[in-house]
Each structure stands twice: as structure tokens, then as C-alpha cells.
């Protein structure tokens, strides 16, 4: 379980996250939405590690972020890998740090997402940079798997080849999926849980079933609703 | 297959099934698709599958046997009784429908006459 | 799959050293091409002191000296300007790691480099001499001097490096005056620490010039060695605890 307590956090003049309070569950899928701006990043970023809170605190599991490293897998928005690596190197980089890693679901991955260890990573397109990074995080078999955007400015076909490689790889009950993306329609059907998140605040959140009992409206437009006034 | 977003999913996959009874194109003893095979046919979350799986067995519309797989154990009981509620359902959409439009009930049954006259008795 | 820290560092050190090799590569050719230069044209100088050639070995020492120091700035910037410090922070080591392969790397730089320099140096020098090998062994005690100094000369390094090291993490602190803030670290710390190094340097030949007659001798030159290495641990230890602890992206 990944906990935020009223979670403070300021860039600048900004006010990233604003006592944000959430509980994140184990082994579901759990969607994090929200416009652009809303935290959604710098909450992902702050369970890597990759920042602190201000004020509150984070745990996953009880610990610090920056002690839980190894049993996260982080996929963030951008290109972070080294260009001048080839697929296999990035590879090998990788599973010398995580003990999780399964070198046979890595070479099926590479297959089944029409990869070749041998292309340079600086030199792939766009889609096949996404696919590498989802491969090298879903050949680990970690607790945690966080991801920030994974299918912003990706062609159509390789988003499906990212949602079904979730899919078939995904242990229910034992791995944790937080996806935070400000596109709803495409993981619609994968989330179990669902945060929505406005100017560093938790403004709804609970089942995605739930939801659709209760309200008889898609995440989507459920979104649209709650943001309306946003946008005024 | 195509799920509407604004319904609970698990109840889609239960539906569907229902249908593919009621239309004879899955019988007693047939093996379903397991909850994984399901899921990534369908691209969507395991936990999902296996709640509408779940929901099944407690309906005893279905059984998993270990290391086998899941079985249909719908009975023919069960079946016309799973038939009548769904076009229960139906009738309750459809009268709630028509009665919305300022129809009374008279006025529904002999519009329903006369279609059955066009249609050359029985669909 | 098993993993250990070794394993660990030495993705890390490879890593890091790929990052290297064009600077190598650098040393190298200037190596062969000064050498080159003064053996082809070595008619032309046979009227000057054969110990001339030392002047190509001293150029490309010098480039191979300074070139780890400049690296030392890339190895770090470079990790934020391709985005792969979002790789490398979210593995799970410390800093002392991540710092300490850069640091590895960037000496066996300057080793390659400097051995490059004076093997190419000998070779050269042979032509000219042929008996260098023979002169150089009659005087052990310059020999032993040259390996004093070049260690004195790894342990500047170490600490120049530690000095690039936390002056760019400390300039990461910041996005805005990033470049600033580096130039304004770099500069304080190398007064601070030189202050303290030239100050311990005078106190230990006090004591060493009362109970001696040479000048230059093993032993100081051993308490200079360890104080340059004490400065950098501090220094080194600093900008890892500020890269641990403090940044952030």
C-alpha cells in the first residue's frame, strides 16, 4: 500500500500538491487522472523518490520512498534512457540492480513487442522508445509499477501493443499499476481504482465498478463533470 | 468485444454470457475461456474478469476445476429462468420507453397486434 | 536474478567510461601525432639536446592531465541534459556509487591517458637514446620521486573532481542560476580547501625540516599525499550528501 499523508510540496511560486491525502491499495490497477498541472507527476515522481514532500509524508508499505527503491519500477514521461545504449545493454544495465528481474519474460517481451536487442535506442521511433521502456519495467517483477503518461503522443497500434502487454503480464492481487494520464478513454477498461486530481488535491476517488453502478457514467465523463468548472 | 464504459464491466461480461446461453452457442459442460485468456481478449483488467467469474460460480452458472479449467453447470432450469429475466428486462426498458412517449398500455398491445399481423404471425 | 554491489558498480563504471573514450581516443592521437611529428623530423634536431623529446611526453601529459577535470563536468551535466538522471535516481544505490563510478572512471582516464603519454614518451626517446632504459634505472631515486608525485598528482585529481563534483550538484540545487551557482562553489571551495592544504603543507615540512636535510623527501611528500586525499573524502562526501538529500527533479 502506497500512503500519502497530507502531502505538501511547492516549485517555486507553485503549489504542486496541497495537503494531498490518498491510499493508494495493493494489487489493483489504479488510475490516476487530472488535467495537466494537476500533480499527477510530482505525486509519481514522489514515490520513486525522485522528490520529497514539504510538509506530510509518503510510505509505501510502511517505508520511505527513498528505501524502497528496488520494488519500484518507474516509467516516466519522458525519454530517460541512454541513447547510445542498444535495447540489450539497457538490458543488462538494468537487471544488475533489480533482483526481480526475469530474463525470460524479457526475451518473450522482446518478441512479442517486435523489438531487437540490437537497435540503439537513440536511434527508434517514437513508439518503439515507449515499448522499450515498458519493456524493461514489466520484465522486472515488481510490487510497484508507476506510470506517468506511457501512451501521450504514441500512434494508435503501439498503445494497444502497450495496453495488451499490461494485460497479459499483469499478477492481480500481487502487483500495483498506478497509470496517471490525462487520457481516460484508453485505460477506461483497465483501472480498478480510480484518484482524480485537481491543483494538487484528491477530488474524488473509489472503485471504477462503483462509479459506473452508482453514477451510470464512463470515468470519462464522470472527469468532464467534476473539472467542468476548471476549464471556466 | 466492445464494453460500455458507463456500466459496470463485470455485468457486461456476465450478460454476455447469458446471451451466448440463451442462444444455445455455449452449452452445459462447455469450457469457457479461463479469467486470463478472458482479459487479454477483451484488453481489459484481470481483477475484473475475475469478479464477473466469481459472481458466475456463485450463480452456479459456471465451475472451475483446478488445473482443467471453467466449465459451464447451467442447468435447463436455470436457463429459461436466466431467459425470463432477461426479457424482463427488456419488457421493463421497453414499456419504460414507450410509456415516456404518452402510451397506455391498451394502446402498446394493439400496436404490438399489429405488428405481429405484419410480420406474418411470430417473429 | 542475483544482483550485487559489485555488479552493481561496474555497470555503473562501464557506463560511465563508454562516456570516456572519445577523450581517450583524444590523448592517444595527440600522442601519436606530436610523437610522430618530432620523430619524423628527428634530422632535423639532432643538433639540440636529445632530452627534447621530453617536450611532446610533457604536451600530451598536460592534455591528459587536464582533459579528466573537464570530463568530470560533462559525466555529471550530461546526466541531466539527456534526462538519464531520472534512470539513474530512481535505482536503488546511493549516491557514494553513482559518484564513485564517475570517479573511478574519470582516474582510470587519467591513468590510461598519462601512461599513454609516457610509454609513446619511451618509445620515442629510445629512438633517440637507445640506452634510455638503462640511464633511467641508475638514478632510483628520481624514479621513485616521479611515482611520489604522480600519486600526489592522482590524489590533485581526486580532489579537483570532488571540487567539479559538488560544485555542479550544488548547481543543480537551483534550476535558474544553475551555471552561477557551479562557477560560485567551485571557486570558494578551491580557496577554502587550497588554504587548508598550503596551511597543513607548511605545518608538516615544520616538522619534517627539523629532523632533516633534503628539501624534497618521501615523507612529506607522504603527509601532502594524505592530506590532498583527506580534502577530497570531505569534499566528495559533501556533494554526495547533497545529491542523496537534497536534489530533486
Redesign the interface.
Known amino acids: 500500500m502506497i500512503e500519502f499523508k497530507e502531502v505538501s510540496k511547492r516549485f517555486g511560486s507553485t503549489l504542486a500538491l496541497d495537503k494531498l491525502d490518498a491510499n493508494f491499495p495493493t494489487g489493483k490497477i489504479i488510475g490516476l487522472f487530472g488535467p495537466n498541472g494537476a500533480g499527477k507527476s510530482t505525486s509519481i515522481k514522489m514515490i520513486a523518490g525522485l522528490n520529497r514532500p514539504d510538509q506530510g509524508q509518503v510510505l509505501i508499505d510502511g517505508e520511505l520512498p527513498r528505501m524502497s527503491k528496488a520494488q519500484i519500477a518507474y516509467l516516466p514521461e519522458i525519454d530517460h534512457l541512454y541513447p547510445w545504449m542498444t535495447i540489450g545493454q539497457a538490458a543488462g544495465f538494468t537487471r544488475s540492480f533489480y533482483v526481480d528481474w526475469d530474463n525470460d519474460k524479457y526475451h518473450e517481451l522482446l518478441k512479442y513487442l517486435n523489438l531487437n536487442a540490437e537497435m540503439k535506442i537513440g536511434k527508434i521511433s517514437k513508439g518503439q522508445r515507449a515499448k522499450t521502456k515498458l519493456l524493461l519495467t514489466v520484465a522486472r517483477r515488481a510490487p510497484y509499477l508507476l506510470m506517468d503518461e506511457p501512451l501521450s503522443g504514441i500512434d494508435i497500434l503501439t498503445r494497444e501493443e502497450i495496453i495488451n502487454t499490461l494485460v497479459r503480464d499483469y499478477r492481480e492481487g500481487e502487483q500495483t499499476i498506478i497509470i496517471s494520464t490525462h487520457e481516460i478513454a484508453e485505460v477506461e477498461s483497465l483501472v480498478d481504482e480510480v484518484f482524480f486530481i485537481d491543483q494538487g488535491k484528491i477530488m474524488l476517488s473509489g472503485s471504477a465498478e462503483e462509479f459506473r453502478v452508482e453514477r451510470g457514467q464512463s470515468l470519462v465523463e464522470i472527469m468532464k463533470e467534476a473539472f467542468r468548472h476548471v476549464d471556466q | 468485444m466492445k464494453f460500455d464504459s458507463s456500466r459496470p464491466i463485470y455485468r457486461q461480461i456476465i450478460d454476455s454470457y447469458k446471451k451466448q446461453l440463451i442462444r444455445g452457442e455455449l452449452k452445459m459442460g462447455d469450457k469457457i475461456l479461463s479469467q486470463r485468456e478472458y482479459a487479454e481478449q477483451a484488453r481489459i483488467n484481470p481483477n475484473t474478469v475475475q469478479r464477473a467469474y466469481r459472481e458466475m460460480e456463485a450463480l452456479q452458472m459456471v465451475e472451475t476445476q483446478r488445473g482443467q479449467g471453467t466449465f459451464i453447470i447451467a442447468t435447463e432450469p436455470m436457463l429459461t429462468e436466466i431467459k425470463l429475466e432477461m426479457a424482463r428486462d427488456v419488457l421493463e426498458y421497453f414499456i419504460g420507453e414507450m410509456k415516456s412517449l404518452g402510451y397506455t398500455y391498451a394502446q402498446i398491445i394493439s400496436m404490438l397486434k399489429e405488428e405481429e399481423k405484419k410480420q406474418g404471425g411470430g417473429f | 536474478?542475483?544482483?550485487s554491489k559489485l555488479?552493481?558498480f561496474?555497470?555503473l563504471y562501464t557506463?560511465d567510461m563508454?562516456e570516456l573514450v572519445p577523450e581517450i581516443v583524444i590523448v592517444a592521437a595527440a600522442a601519436v601525432i606530436l610523437n610522430g611529428l618530432f620523430y619524423f623530423n628527428m634530422n632535423r634536431y639532432t643538433s639540440f639536446h636529445p632530452a627534447v623529446f621530453i617536450i611532446p611526453t610533457f604536451m600530451v601529459l598536460a592534455v591528459a592531465a587536464f582533459l579528466p577535470f573537464i570530463s568530470s563536468f560533462k559525466l555529471v551535466s550530461r546526466e541531466w541534459s539527456?534526462?538519464?538522471?531520472?534512470?539513474i535516481?530512481?535505482?536503488?544505490?546511493s549516491g557514494v556509487m553513482i559518484m564513485g563510478a564517475k570517479l573511478a572512471a574519470l582516474i582510470t582516464q587519467y591513468i590510461a591517458g598519462t601512461l599513454i603519454a609516457v610509454l609513446m614518451g619511451l618509445f620515442l626517446a629510445r629512438e633517440a637514446i637507445p640506452d634510455i632504459m638503462k640511464l633511467i634505472s641508475n638514478y632510483p631515486d628520481i624514479l621513485n620521486l616521479a611515482i611520489m608525485f604522480y600519486l600526489l598528482s592522482i590524489a590533485a585529481l581526486l580532489f579537483l573532481i570532488s571540487m567539479g563534483f559538488l560544485s555542479q550538484i550544488t548547481g543543480k540545487l537551483s534550476s535558474r542560476f544553475s551555471s552561477l551557482i557551479t562557477f560560485v562553489v567551485f571557486l570558494l571551495t578551491f580557496y577554502s580547501m587550497s588554504k587548508i592544504i598550503s596551511f597543513s603543507i607548511v605545518k608538516l615540512k615544520m616538522i619534517t625540516a627539523a629532523g632533516s636535510s633534503a628539501i624534497l623527501n618521501n615523507s612529506s611528500l607522504t603527509g601532502d599525499l594524505l592530506i590532498l586525499l583527506l580534502a577530497a573524502a570531505v569534499v566528495f562526501t559533501l556533494a554526495v550528501v547533497i545529491y542523496?538529500r537534497k536534489i530533486?527533479?
Do not use: A
Open positions: 536474478m542475483s544482483t555488479k552493481m561496474s555497470q557506463k563508454r539527456n534526462n538519464t538522471v531520472y534512470l535516481m530512481s535505482l536503488p544505490v542523496d530533486e527533479l
